[in-house]
């Protein structure tokens, strides 16, 4: 058993702790948890408040609409967790661009801690606290929950035993192409046939097939990963 990734930790702090019940309680994730794959903590720093109402945010210095993140529950509530091999990551779209290759980076960090913050904001030091901002992309969600799932299940799927390894091998990305079409049953659906080479049982063509549509494909949708493979990443 290779057990690289065994009691790897995740910890998500964020003021709405239900937003996680799902997610973490169906399909692989669940499963991961269930086999000791990984371990996935929700604090909802809320509780970390000095203030009579558990207050956490607060009008921002010089006006303007929008709450902001106040800085000490978020601090206290990640001091209360941290240690030498925490890796923390605040989520923002103001953040580096996610792909696969942070992905890949990011599995390999024992003990993760991600804060999810609100759009119109976070005061100015929380980002003093962490080693990472991520984006999931160029649009603006109503917080850092959604992000924060994105980032954790593309991670958790990648650590050894959540799912068969060939799976995340063959993958679209992993050899910086999209994947090639796949088929199943039946043959013939409604008049479209599954190419023939795919039952022709020959392996050698059935993978030069294969490589061949990857590249079609990757070179019609995504011709930017492809430049990038060619040429190196810039
Ligand atoms: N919070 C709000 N929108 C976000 C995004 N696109 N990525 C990461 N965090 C966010």
């Not at 913050?117 to 917080?143: K, M, N, P, Q, W």
């Not at 050894?160 to 992993?174: H, Q, V």
């Not at 294969?210 to 070179?219: A, F, G, H, N, P």
């Amino acid at each position: 058993l290779d057990n690289q990734n065994l009691f790897s930790s995740r910890f998500i702090l964020s003021i709405f702790p239900h937003m996680f019940d799902g997610f973490l309680n169906e399909s692989i994730i669940k499963r991961a948890i269930q086999k000791k794959i990984v371990e996935i903590n929700i604090h909802d720093f809320r509780e970390f408040s000095k203030d009579p109402h558990k207050k956490v945010d607060d009008y921002q210095f010089g006006g303007g609409a929008g709450m902001i993140l106040m800085p000490e529950p978020i601090y206290d509530c990640v001091e209360s967790i941290r240690d030498d091999d925490s890796y923390i990551i605040l989520m923002t779209p103001q953040g580096v661009s996610y792909n696969q290759k942070k992905a890949n980076e990011l599995k390999l960090k024992k003990h993760l801690i991600i804060i999810c913050g609100h759009y119109e904001g976070f005061d100015e030091r929380i980002r003093a606290l962490a080693d990472l901002e991520v984006s999931i992309g160029d649009y603006v969600l109503t917080g850092g929950e959604l992000p924060s799932m994105v980032i954790t299940d593309s991670i958790v799927r990648l650590l050894d035993g959540a799912i068969k390894e060939e799976s995340t091998e063959t993958e679209s990305f992993n050899n910086g192409l999209l994947d090639y079409p796949v088929y199943t049953k039946p043959v013939n659906f409604r008049g479209m046939e599954v190419p023939s080479v795919l039952l022709s049982g020959h392996h050698e063509n059935i993978k030069k097939w294969r490589y061949e549509e990857s590249l079609k494909r990757t070179k019609e949708r995504r011709p930017d990963i492809l430049e990038e493979k060619t040429y190196g990443e810039r």
